[in-house]
């Protein structure tokens, strides 16, 4: 029943959406941006590029599943409650979760890489993963708790919360605004440091304390 609900007011949304649009395709007046046009042609070059063939064979599987789960969390979410803007971020919140995203264009090439510059007792790096946009960095204890560091790219950042069994909640870490994201599974801190965006997972029993000294820890390397 929800889901006959919910489908049926997505349809009257669209509807309502494309009600204006003519039927015939000549009398269709449009312009594109010029933020459309440049990505576009980014994408045009890279359709040409080695990279591009690259990641068109087997790292194209991967970035279908990815595709997969932002379907299926932007239909979950269904249409937005509350839109408010937070620090340099955009906040939606929906009925089942909260989509936190940049809201203009910021830096498009990580040039500084950033670690935990004081890891807590028992922790050492696992593992590293490092691109031009995003960089990842692992930490683990002898027990398989775990501390993930995600720098990336502040154009076009976004990324999905379950708000139906988390809560978000914000602090101002020396004047640095952090939205922290607290489940039964884990704690997500979020902000933004230096131009980039940064996102800090915490598979543990660990409390709010814990999870901002993390954060105080994130430094360049």
């Known amino acids: 029943m929800k ?7 997505l349809r009257e949304v669209v509807s309502r959406e494309f009600a204006d649009i003519p039927q015939q395709e000549n009398k269709i007046d449009y ?9 576009m042609d980014k994408l045009t070059k890279a359709e040409k590029s080695r990279f591009w063939r690259m990641t068109n064979t087997i790292p194209k599987r991967v970035a ?13 979410c269904s249409i ?3 839109r408010a803007a937070v620090v340099d971020f955009i906040k939606e919140t929906y009925e089942n979760c909260i989509h936190l995203f940049t ?13 935990l510059k004081d890891l807590p007792d028992g922790f050492e790096e ?7 946009t995003r ?12 501390i993930i560091l995600t ?44 131009q980039y965006a940064f996102h800090l997972t915490i598979d543990g029993d660990y409390d709010m304390d814990f999870i901002i000294k993390q954060v105080g820890a994130v430094k360049r390397q």
């Open 64 to 76: 279908a599943v990815f595709v997969a789960i932002m379907l299926i969390a932007l239909t979950a």
């Open 31 to 39: 312009a594109f941006s010029d933020d459309f046009m440049r990505r």
């Open 151 to 194: 720098q990336s790219i502040t154009e076009d950042y976004a990324i999905f919360l379950d708000n139906e069994n988390g809560d978000l909640s914000e602090i101002n870490l020396s004047g640095m605004k952090v939205s922290v994201y607290e489940s039964d599974d884990c704690m997500v801190a979020i902000w933004l440091q230096d």
């Open 103 to 115: 809201g203009e264009a910021g830096s498009k090439k990580i040039s500084a890489h950033y670690m």
């Open 3 to 9: 889901d006959n609900v919910l489908n049926a007011a």
């Open 126 to 132: 696992i593992s590293t993963t490092e691109t031009s």
């Open 80 to 82: 937005p409650t509350v």
């Open 135 to 146: 960089n990842i960095v692992s930490y683990q204890n002898a027990n398989g708790d775990q």
